[in-house]
C-alpha cells in the first residue's frame, strides 16, 4: 500500500486529543495511522533564517515535518494573498479582496519554499493529498522538479463563479496550477459547476461526465484532471455521544438555570464576514418586532470567538456587532431577562455540544460558506425524543444535504424570523421527522466515510496512471 503524505498550512499538534477531536486533524491523523506517511506544513513559528530541512518528529507511523516561516513570507503568503485575497474572493466579497503583485510573488514563493523542503523526503509511488487555498500551486512547484507521484488536493471554502473569479488578476494562472493535480476535491456540485464553467468558458478546455457520483474529467493546461464532490462532514456517533454527556455538567446546569425554563436560540461562528453576523442579529430583532410573544421568552445566545483580530475588516465587524448587540438589548431587555447573549470567546467541544443540545433553534445562516459544520454538529447533538430546529443558509454547503433544515435566505432579515418563529412553534412529529432525515444523512457519511471515499479516489487514480 502506497504511503500517504499530507500536505497542510498548519500541521496537528502531535499529541492525540490536543488536536479538535472529531474534526479534520483527527480524519487526516487516521488516514496516515492506517497507510502509514508524512504530514507536512507551517509548525505555526516564525524564525529569523528560512529552514535548510523541516522539522521531524515520528509518532507511529506518522511522520509530522514542519517548517517556521519567515515574518515577511507569513505577510504575503498568510496574511496577504491567501487571506486577503483569496479568502474574500472566494466567499464573493469582491469589495474586501485586496489585489497585490507583492503578496502573489510571497504566496507562490513559499508554495515553492514547501515542494521544495518536502521532495527529498518523498518516494515514487507516494499519494500526496494537499488541503486548501493557501497550497493551490503546490503541485505545480513539485512538477516543476521534475516529480510524477499522484497528486490530490481538496478545498475547504466555495470556489467562486468564473464571473467572480476573473477579477483576480492571476486568475488564469491559479487554475492553471490546479490543473497540476490529478483529484480534484470540492465541497458540493455547486462548486464543481462553477470550477467546470471556468474551464469551459475561461479556459476553453473539455469537461466529460464520468458518471454518477464520479465527477468530471477535465481537460485544460495540456493536463487531464479528474474534479469531483466530496462532502465534509463530522464524526456523528462521537459527537452524539459528547451531547449525551453534557447534558448534565455543571456548565449546562448554569446554562438552564440562567435560562428559567425560556427557549434558546443558539450560533457558533468564528468571527468572520463570510458569516452573516450583522444579518443574523437583525433577524433575531425582526422576530422580537414581529412576534412580541417571544419578548422575555426567548434568548438568543451567538458564541463568535475573535478571528485575525489584527485585521481592520474583522476589528469592523466586531464593533458592529457589539453596536447591534447593544441597541437590540437596550431596546427590548426587562430587568430579568437580556434578548442576545454575545460571547466573544471559544468554548471547549462538549461544552458546544451542551449549548447545541439544549437549544430549540440552531441559527447558521453565513452569507457563503463552504460546507458549514456547525450545522451538521448541531443536528447530531439533539436529543432524538425532543429535537430542535436548524434554520441553515442556502449559501452553507451543508444546505444539499440537510433538505430537513428550514432553508432560508440569511439577506432576507423578515423571511429569516419568520423561520424562527416557525421552528420555536412547530410540531413535535414535524421536529422528530426532520432530525431522522438529516440524522440518516449525517450517520450515512460522515467524516470517515469524507475521508475514505477521498484516499480511494485518489488511489483510483494513481492505478490509472
Given at each position: 500500500?502506497?504511503?500517504?503524505?499530507?500536505?497542510?498550512?498548519?500541521?496537528?499538534?502531535?499529541?492525540?486529543?490536543?488536536?479538535?477531536?472529531?474534526?479534520?486533524?483527527?480524519?487526516?491523523?487516521?488516514?496516515?495511522?492506517?497507510?502509514?506517511?508524512?504530514?507536512?506544513?507551517?509548525?505555526?513559528?516564525?524564525?529569523?533564517?528560512?529552514?535548510?530541512?523541516?522539522?521531524?518528529?515520528?509518532?507511529?507511523?506518522?511522520?509530522?515535518?514542519?517548517?517556521?516561516?519567515?515574518?515577511?513570507?507569513?505577510?504575503?503568503?498568510?496574511?496577504?494573498?491567501?487571506?486577503?485575497?483569496?479568502?474574500?474572493?472566494?466567499?464573493?466579497?469582491?469589495?474586501?479582496?485586496?489585489?497585490?503583485?507583492?503578496?502573489?510573488?510571497?504566496?507562490?514563493?513559499?508554495?515553492?519554499?514547501?515542494?521544495?523542503?518536502?521532495?527529498?523526503?518523498?518516494?515514487?509511488?507516494?499519494?500526496?493529498?494537499?488541503?486548501?487555498?493557501?497550497?493551490?500551486?503546490?503541485?505545480?512547484?513539485?512538477?516543476?522538479?521534475?516529480?510524477?507521484?499522484?497528486?490530490?488536493?481538496?478545498?475547504?471554502?466555495?470556489?467562486?463563479?468564473?464571473?467572480?473569479?476573473?477579477?483576480?488578476?492571476?486568475?488564469?494562472?491559479?487554475?492553471?496550477?490546479?490543473?497540476?493535480?490529478?483529484?480534484?476535491?470540492?465541497?458540493?456540485?455547486?462548486?464543481?459547476?462553477?470550477?467546470?464553467?471556468?474551464?469551459?468558458?475561461?479556459?476553453?478546455?473539455?469537461?466529460?461526465?464520468?458518471?454518477?457520483?464520479?465527477?468530471?474529467?477535465?481537460?485544460?493546461?495540456?493536463?487531464?484532471?479528474?474534479?469531483?464532490?466530496?462532502?465534509?462532514?463530522?464524526?456523528?456517533?462521537?459527537?452524539?455521544?459528547?451531547?449525551?454527556?453534557?447534558?448534565?455538567?455543571?456548565?449546562?446546569?448554569?446554562?438552564?438555570?440562567?435560562?428559567?425554563?425560556?427557549?434558546?436560540?443558539?450560533?457558533?461562528?468564528?468571527?468572520?464576514?463570510?458569516?452573516?453576523?450583522?444579518?443574523?442579529?437583525?433577524?433575531?430583532?425582526?422576530?422580537?418586532?414581529?412576534?412580541?410573544?417571544?419578548?422575555?421568552?426567548?434568548?438568543?445566545?451567538?458564541?463568535?470567538?475573535?478571528?485575525?483580530?489584527?485585521?481592520?475588516?474583522?476589528?469592523?465587524?466586531?464593533?458592529?456587532?457589539?453596536?447591534?448587540?447593544?441597541?437590540?438589548?437596550?431596546?427590548?431587555?426587562?430587568?430579568?431577562?437580556?434578548?442576545?447573549?454575545?460571547?466573544?470567546?471559544?468554548?471547549?467541544?462538549?461544552?458546544?455540544?451542551?449549548?447545541?443540545?439544549?437549544?430549540?433553534?440552531?441559527?447558521?445562516?453565513?452569507?457563503?460558506?463552504?460546507?458549514?459544520?456547525?450545522?451538521?454538529?448541531?443536528?447530531?447533538?439533539?436529543?432524538?425524543?425532543?429535537?430542535?430546529?436548524?434554520?441553515?443558509?442556502?449559501?452553507?454547503?451543508?444546505?444539499?444535504?440537510?433538505?430537513?433544515?428550514?432553508?432560508?435566505?440569511?439577506?432576507?432579515?423578515?423571511?429569516?424570523?419568520?423561520?424562527?418563529q416557525r421552528g420555536l412553534t412547530m410540531p413535535l412529529q414535524?421536529?422528530?421527522?426532520?432530525?431522522?432525515?438529516?440524522?440518516?444523512?449525517?450517520?450515512?457519511?460522515?467524516?470517515?466515510?469524507?475521508?475514505?471515499?477521498y484516499v480511494e479516489a485518489l488511489s483510483g487514480v494513481a492505478?490509472q496512471a
Amino acid at each position: 500500500m502506497s504511503r500517504l503524505v499530507v500536505v497542510s498550512n498548519r500541521v496537528a499538534p502531535v499529541e492525540e486529543g490536543k488536536s479538535q477531536a472529531g474534526g479534520l486533524a483527527v480524519a487526516i491523523q487516521e488516514a496516515l495511522k492506517s497507510r502509514g506517511g508524512i504530514w507536512f506544513g507551517w509548525n505555526g513559528d516564525t524564525v529569523e533564517q528560512t529552514p535548510d530541512a523541516p522539522g521531524i518528529t515520528q509518532n507511529g507511523r506518522i511522520t509530522y515535518a514542519t517548517l517556521g516561516l519567515l515574518q515577511r513570507d507569513l505577510e504575503e503568503y498568510y496574511n496577504g494573498f491567501a487571506n486577503s485575497t483569496l479568502w474574500p474572493l472566494f466567499h464573493y466579497r469582491l469589495d474586501l479582496a485586496q489585489f497585490s503583485g507583492r503578496t502573489y510573488a510571497g504566496y507562490q514563493r513559499v508554495n515553492s519554499l514547501f515542494a521544495s523542503r518536502l521532495a527529498p523526503l518523498l518516494r515514487a509511488d507516494d499519494l500526496i493529498w494537499v488541503h486548501d487555498y493557501h497550497l493551490i500551486p503546490f503541485a505545480e512547484q513539485l512538477r516543476s522538479m521534475g516529480l510524477e507521484q499522484t497528486m490530490g488536493f481538496f478545498l475547504h471554502t466555495p470556489w467562486p463563479a468564473p464571473e467572480i473569479l476573473g477579477a483576480l488578476p492571476a486568475h488564469e494562472a491559479l487554475v492553471r496550477n490546479l490543473c497540476a493535480y490529478d483529484l480534484l476535491g470540492f465541497h458540493t456540485e455547486v462548486d464543481l459547476r462553477c470550477f467546470a464553467n471556468y474551464i469551459r468558458y475561461e479556459a476553453q478546455g473539455t469537461v466529460e461526465e464520468l458518471g454518477a457520483g464520479q465527477g468530471l474529467r477535465i481537460g485544460a493546461f495540456g493536463r487531464s484532471v479528474i474534479a469531483r464532490a466530496f462532502p465534509i462532514s463530522i464524526d456523528t456517533a462521537t459527537l452524539e455521544g459528547i451531547a449525551r454527556q453534557a447534558a448534565d455538567t455543571a456548565q449546562m446546569r448554569r446554562l438552564k438555570e440562567s435560562l428559567v425554563g425560556r427557549a434558546l436560540i443558539v450560533g457558533v461562528d468564528r468571527l468572520d464576514y463570510s458569516k452573516g453576523l450583522p444579518q443574523r442579529f437583525e433577524s433575531f430583532h425582526a422576530l422580537l418586532d414581529a412576534y412580541p410573544a417571544n419578548r422575555g421568552q426567548v434568548s438568543f445566545m451567538q458564541v463568535a470567538p475573535p478571528s485575525r483580530s489584527d485585521v481592520a475588516e474583522y476589528q469592523a465587524i466586531r464593533r458592529e456587532l457589539e453596536a447591534l448587540a447593544g441597541h437590540i438589548n437596550g431596546r427590548f431587555a426587562e430587568f430579568d431577562w437580556v434578548p442576545i447573549r454575545y460571547l466573544n470567546k471559544s468554548f471547549s467541544r462538549k461544552a458546544l455540544a451542551g449549548f447545541y443540545r439544549h437549544a430549540s433553534i440552531g441559527l447558521v445562516t453565513p452569507l457563503r460558506d463552504g460546507m458549514n459544520l456547525v450545522a451538521k454538529e448541531y443536528v447530531a447533538c439533539q436529543p432524538p425524543e425532543d429535537p430542535g430546529v436548524l434554520v441553515l443558509s442556502r449559501f452553507a454547503g451543508a444546505a444539499k444535504e440537510l433538505d430537513g433544515a428550514l432553508i432560508v435566505n440569511p439577506y432576507d432579515i423578515r423571511a429569516v424570523a419568520e423561520n424562527m418563529q416557525r421552528g420555536l412553534t412547530m410540531p413535535l412529529q414535524e421536529r422528530r421527522e426532520r432530525y431522522e432525515a438529516m440524522m440518516k444523512v449525517l450517520r450515512a457519511n460522515d467524516i470517515t466515510h469524507w475521508r475514505e471515499s477521498y484516499v480511494e479516489a485518489l488511489s483510483g487514480v494513481a492505478g490509472q496512471a
